[in-house]
């Protein structure tokens, strides 16, 4: 856990310098009142520092500070913080791509396609779900910096309380509907997609508390969800194609393990207690006792008799500070509200532009659609390397954004991270693809082989995307909704225009994913170096 600075008894943090009778401050400060001992108290926190990587960890020492221990990076630190998170998200894919090939040998390949279809439907419904991840880190990382911890709980329980009530709906308008979305989707039968849109809602409940995880920099306990999550759906998976529920049986997997990684979630939360108010500091950012560290530091007493005036000044600024925070409340509420918006917008088209390929080809020829879900399940476990990845590039770039600092160090982890599997990827599909599609799914689904590499380099492209989008979001950037949305409109065009062709479709796709790649990163270039020029 995060070291924590020395408690009074009512439970704040101790006051800092308080016989000079003045507020330390060495930096831009954020004033919040907060209730101890039934007397009004006001924290400070200083706004200098940086925010920690992983839990338990010490915190970065920013430029021209203190010591750091020899050979430790900014670029290694930042490679240590996601690795926790990079070695699970391995284990859960791997666990995954096992499951995937063993259950293509066990439907028939218009079953398989059917599943594949369906499973890009989650994942565009999930996209919406994770919006409100981007949000939760948004908001709790802005609450934490300026001492507010005792508005998470209050709103955390509200809205779950509101996000039940979508789900219960949201399930019965999909059992309603279930016929005319299988019509839709040329699917075989109604069985799957009232459990597939289901997941799609429940992934909301599970990106609240994830969020929260992320918040708090919690990446063990956050890691540990993302094994939960794969290892039950690969063995649910199993036994529910096996008693021969078969596609039906798979995405009734896929809702139960998202259920189970919720309950996971909310038992981390409730052990690691991140957001009690009395016994953590407001940030989870550097270490206790460090002057440019960001700990509250209270206002002092008033001065016994015969003892110096604080300065009024000082005192006037504190004041002041603390009327502020109470007049944004308001505009925090609206700011979250547009935060998850926008990451609604943002993910949502990340899911189309993800899944656009699988949905119009399968409609257009749904013969192809089996071959062509070989090769865009393999290749899309780059695009689900990103999602998890951005676990740890959103809650650190949205730390440091408050610190009037970039995380280019952190973002170039992520990307070092994710071109190992890429090149492996890209190297396999260019050279053996359609033993390797053998191998792996069997003969009869080889027959998308020839756009195997072109579809491995557009995921890659669209997984460099994804971390991208992610970054921007944490910064708060909403115009990237506007380049994707510009991205998705032209990959509908294009890929609808190839007929339901495999290699014209993956061609398509790649020319779109590559563009909007550039102009992405071009955009975290642009950011960074705006916000280096404003410091």
Same mark, same amino acid.
Request: charged share 15%; aromatic share 4%; glycine share 8%.
């Given at each position: 856990?995060?070291?924590?600075?020395?408690?009074?008894?009512?439970?704040? /943090?101790?006051?800092?310098?308080?016989?000079?009778?003045?507020?330390?401050?060495?930096?831009?400060?954020?004033?919040?009142?907060?209730?101890?001992?039934?007397?009004?108290?006001?924290?400070?926190?200083?706004?200098?520092?940086?925010?920690?990587?992983?839990?338990?960890?010490?915190?970065?020492?920013?430029?021209?500070?203190?010591?750091?221990?020899?050979?430790?990076?900014?670029?290694?630190?930042?490679?240590?913080?996601?690795?926790?998170?990079?070695?699970?998200?391995?284990?859960?894919?791997?666990?995954?791509?096992?499951?995937?090939?063993?259950?293509?040998?066990?439907?028939?390949?218009?079953?398989?396609?059917?599943?594949?279809?369906?499973?890009?439907?989650?994942?565009?419904?999930?996209?919406?779900?994770?919006?409100?991840?981007?949000?939760?880190?948004?908001?709790?990382?802005?609450?934490?910096?300026?001492?507010?911890?005792?508005?998470?709980?209050?709103?955390?329980?509200?809205?779950?309380?509101?996000?039940?009530?979508?789900?219960?709906?949201?399930?019965?308008?999909?059992?309603?509907?279930?016929?005319?979305?299988?019509?839709?989707?040329?699917?075989?039968?109604?069985?799957?997609?009232?459990?597939?849109?289901?997941?799609?809602?429940?992934?909301?409940?599970?990106?609240?508390?994830?969020?929260?995880?992320?918040?708090?920099?919690?990446?063990?306990?956050?890691?540990?969800?993302?094994?939960?999550?794969?290892?039950?759906?690969?063995?649910?998976?199993?036994?529910?194609?096996?008693?021969?529920?078969?596609?039906?049986?798979?995405?009734?997997?896929?809702?139960?393990?998202?259920?189970?990684?919720?309950?996971?979630?909310?038992?981390?939360?409730?052990?690691?207690?991140?957001?009690?108010?009395?016994?953590?500091?407001?940030?989870?950012?550097?270490?206790?006792?460090?002057?440019?560290?960001?700990?509250?530091?209270?206002?002092?007493?008033?001065?016994?008799?015969?003892?110096?005036?604080?300065?009024?000044?000082?005192?006037? /600024?504190?004041?002041?500070?603390?009327?502020?925070?109470?007049?944004?409340?308001?505009?925090?509420?609206?700011?979250?509200?547009?935060?998850?918006?926008?990451?609604?917008?943002?993910?949502?088209?990340?899911?189309?532009?993800?899944?656009?390929?699988?949905?119009?080809?399968?409609?257009?020829?749904?013969?192809?659609?089996?071959?062509?879900?070989?090769?865009?399940?393999?290749?899309?476990?780059?695009?689900?390397?990103?999602?998890?990845?951005?676990?740890?590039?959103?809650?650190?770039?949205?730390?440091?954004?408050?610190?009037?600092?970039?995380?280019?160090?952190?973002?170039?982890?992520?990307?070092?991270?994710?071109?190992?599997?890429?090149?492996?990827?890209?190297?396999?599909?260019?050279?053996?693809?359609?033993?390797?599609?053998?191998?792996?799914?069997?003969?009869?689904?080889?027959?998308? /082989?020839? /756009?195997?590499?072109?579809?491995?380099?557009?995921?890659?492209?669209?997984?460099?995307?994804?971390?991208?989008?992610?970054?921007?979001?944490?910064?708060?950037?909403?115009?990237?909704?506007?380049?994707?949305?510009?991205?998705?409109?032209?990959?509908?065009?294009?890929?609808?225009?190839?007929?339901?062709?495999?290699?014209?479709?993956?061609?398509?796709?790649?020319?779109?994913?590559?563009?909007?790649?550039?102009?992405?990163?071009?955009?975290?270039?642009?950011?960074?170096?705006?916000?280096?020029?404003?410091?």
């Amino acid at each position: 856990m995060t070291s924590t600075a020395p408690r009074s008894a009512a439970g704040t /943090a101790a006051p800092a310098d308080r016989g000079s009778g003045t507020v330390r401050s060495s930096g831009p400060a954020a004033v919040a009142p907060v209730l101890a001992g039934g007397h009004r108290q006001v924290d400070v926190a200083l706004s200098t520092g940086t925010a920690t990587t992983t839990v338990g960890e010490a915190a970065p020492v920013p430029e021209g500070g203190r010591r750091q221990s020899p050979g430790s990076s900014p670029a290694m630190k930042a490679l240590r913080g996601a690795r926790p998170l990079a070695l699970a998200g391995m284990l859960a894919t791997a666990a995954n791509v096992g499951v995937t090939l063993l259950i293509a040998r066990m439907l028939t390949t218009r079953g398989y396609g059917a599943l594949a279809q369906l499973i890009a439907l989650f994942f565009v419904l999930s996209m919406p779900g994770s919006a409100l991840l981007v949000g939760v880190v948004r908001r709790v990382t802005a609450w934490r910096r300026v001492s507010r911890l005792d508005l998470v709980a209050d709103w955390v329980r509200a809205t779950r309380r509101r996000a039940l009530v979508l789900v219960i709906l949201f399930s019965l308008l999909a059992i309603a509907l279930r016929g005319v979305i299988a019509e839709w989707m040329n699917l075989p039968s109604p069985a799957g997609v009232a459990e597939t849109l289901s997941a799609g809602a429940v992934w909301g409940l599970l990106s609240l508390d994830r969020g929260l995880l992320q918040a708090g920099h919690a990446y063990p306990p956050l890691g540990r969800n993302l094994i939960v999550e794969g290892l039950s759906r690969c063995l649910l998976t199993v036994a529910l194609v096996a008693v021969g529920l078969g596609v039906q049986g798979a995405t009734l997997a896929i809702l139960l393990s998202v259920i189970f990684a919720d309950l996971d979630a909310r038992r981390s939360l409730t052990a690691l207690d991140l957001y009690d108010p009395t016994r953590i500091p407001a940030d989870p950012g550097p270490a206790a006792g460090d002057p440019a560290a960001g700990d509250p530091v209270v206002a002092p007493a008033p001065p016994a008799a015969g003892e110096p005036t604080p300065d009024a000044g000082a005192m006037r /600024a504190v004041v002041a500070h603390s009327e502020a925070v109470h007049s944004n409340d308001a505009h925090s509420r609206r700011s979250l509200t547009v935060d998850v918006g926008t990451a609604l917008a943002a993910l949502a088209l990340l899911g189309v532009l993800q899944n656009i390929d699988v949905v119009l080809l399968g409609r257009a020829e749904p013969s192809n659609a089996g071959a062509y879900a070989a090769i865009s399940v393999a290749t899309k476990l780059l695009v689900l390397a990103a999602l998890v990845l951005s676990s740890f590039l959103l809650p650190e770039a949205a730390a440091r954004r408050h610190l009037g600092e970039h995380a280019l160090h952190q973002l170039g982890a992520t990307l070092t991270i994710l071109a190992i599997p890429a090149a492996l990827l890209l190297t396999v599909s260019f050279f053996a693809p359609r033993q390797l599609l053998g191998v792996a799914f069997g003969g009869r689904l080889t027959a998308a /082989a020839p /756009a195997f590499a072109t579809l491995a380099a557009a995921m890659s492209c669209l997984a460099m995307t994804v971390l991208f989008t992610h970054y921007l979001l944490a910064v708060g950037r909403r115009r990237i909704v506007f380049l994707l949305l510009a991205g998705a409109a032209v990959a509908t065009v294009l890929i609808a225009s190839r007929h339901g062709a495999p290699v014209a479709t993956a061609r398509a796709d790649l020319i779109t994913q590559a563009g909007l790649a550039a102009v992405t990163g071009a955009s975290v270039l642009h950011v960074t170096r705006k916000s280096v020029r404003v410091s």
